[in-house]
C-alpha cells in the first residue's frame, strides 16, 4: 500500500532557520529512524524537503478565462509543509506506528493513495 507523509509544522520555515546545529542533528536523526524503519517493512518510493513556501506557485480551477496563477500555497495557514515521503507498507497502521518515529514537533497527516 503507497501512503503519502506529508510532515507540516506552525511556522515551519522560521523555526527551521532558528534552530542550532545540535537540533537540526536531533531532527535529521529523527528522520533517518523512520528511513530505517520503513525500510525494514517495506519501502520509500519518494521523499524530499520542499523549499520555502513564499517560492510556491498555485494554479487554480480552469474557468473560461483560464487558470489563474498566484504566488504562494494553496492554503495561507500558519502551519507549513515542509516535505513529505511516499512510502509502500504493507497497511495504514504499520505507517501510524512508523511515524512515530518523525521529529515530535511535525504534525504528520498519513493519506493512502487510491489506484488509478
Do not use: C, K, S
Not at 532557520?17 to 529512524?33: K, M, N, P, T, V
Request: proline letters at 5%.
Amino acid at each position: 500500500m503507497r501512503i503519502m507523509v506529508l510532515l507540516t509544522e506552525p511556522d515551519h520555515y522560521d523555526v527551521w532557520e532558528a534552530a542550532d546545529a545540535q537540533e537540526r542533528g536531533r531532527f535529521f536523526d529523527r528522520l533517518e529512524a523512520f528511513g530505517n524503519a520503513v525500510a525494514e517493512r517495506g519501502a520509500i518510493v519518494a521523499g524530499e524537503g520542499l523549499d520555502h513556501h513564499g517560492r510556491a506557485r498555485t494554479l487554480g480551477p480552469r474557468t473560461d478565462d483560464g487558470r489563474a496563477v498566484t504566488d504562494g500555497p494553496y492554503a495561507e495557514a500558519a502551519e507549513q509543509l515542509g516535505g513529505f515521503y511516499l512510502v509502500d507498507l504493507p497497511d495504514l497502521d504499520t505507517a501510524v506506528e512508523l511515524a512515530r518515529l518523525l521529529p515530535d514537533n511535525l504534525t504528520v497527516e498519513l493519506r493512502p493513495a487510491t489506484a488509478a
